[in-house]
């Protein structure tokens, strides 16, 4: 057993946090208020294993926490967290800068020459970032195995090799195939695995179905 903590109470957070329980895990959920009633209802339905909090609780709670909050809040997110609670914990990064306040389809906040995972480790390098799951709708993130007979890719990125080897065991335990797993090198690599998402939001529209993922053939 160990003990994760999740930013974020939406589908991607309470998704993960719902599989890491299935696997024997304890997890504090955290949000910007105590009283959120979706970490509330989230943490009523696992009583010993779930537990609510603020974001800052989720980093006393483990030294691995899970980034599942809105992109372009997640600088604030973890801000509002504060630098002397960062230090040396692992933050697994899903998040992606899509930004909605123009209308559809959104932009991202940050491309090109950089990336939101960056900018989270630029800002705070006490933390080990890697980027991960950030690709594929959050269903098959914790069960890959529901489409294509599990064999299909996802990614990894981040500068430190052991924190990326640890998420490759947790990407394991959720049921990835070790062989699937892509490690595309450092956290530069995020800028492509967050400007997939256009291409993501294009193929979701013109199949109406967001259960679907890419698989490298050569
Ligand atoms: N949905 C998917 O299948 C999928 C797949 C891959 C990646 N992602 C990425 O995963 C992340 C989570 O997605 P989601 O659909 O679960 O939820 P979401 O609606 O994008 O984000 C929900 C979380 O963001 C927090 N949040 C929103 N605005 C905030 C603000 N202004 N300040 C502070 N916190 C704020 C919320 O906090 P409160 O709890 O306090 O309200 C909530 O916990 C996103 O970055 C998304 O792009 C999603």
């Not at 910007?32 to 959120?36: A, Q």
């Not at 940050?110 to 990336?115: A, G, W, Y």
């Given at each position: 057993m160990s003990t994760f903590g999740v930013l974020g109470t939406g589908a991607v957070g309470q998704m993960i946090a719902g599989k890491l329980i299935d696997l024997g895990h304890e997890v504090l959920m955290g949000s910007?208020?105590?009283?959120?009633e979706k970490a509330l209802k989230f943490a009523g339905s696992f009583p010993g294993k779930s537990f609510n909090g603020l974001f800052a609780d989720a980093f006393q709670f483990s030294d691995i926490v899970f980034n599942c909050t809105h992109g372009v809040a997640s600088l604030d997110v973890l801000r509002s967290v504060g630098k002397e609670n960062l230090r040396d914990k692992l933050l697994i990064d899903l998040s992606n800068p899509l930004d909605f306040s123009h209308g559809m389809p959104p932009t991202l906040s940050?491309?090109?020459?950089?990336?939101l995972a960056e900018s989270i480790q630029s800002e705070f390098p006490e933390l080990k970032v890697v980027k991960a799951?950030?690709?594929?709708?959050c269903g098959i993130m914790?069960?890959?195995?529901?489409?294509g007979g599990g064999d299909h890719n996802t990614f990894v990125s981040g500068h430190d090799e052991s924190a990326k080897q640890r998420v490759k065991e947790i990407l394991v335990s959720f049921g990835w195939m070790e062989k699937n797993i892509?490690?595309?090198?450092?956290?530069?690599a995020a800028r492509g695995m967050e400007m997939y998402l256009p291409l993501w939001l294009r193929i979701w529209g013109a199949?109406?179905?967001?259960a679907f993922n890419v698989k490298i053939v050569s």
């Open positions: 910007r208020t105590m009283d959120n940050i491309c090109n020459t950089s990336s799951l950030n690709t594929t709708w914790v069960n890959p195995g529901m489409i892509l490690d595309l090198g450092d956290l530069t199949t109406k179905n967001g």
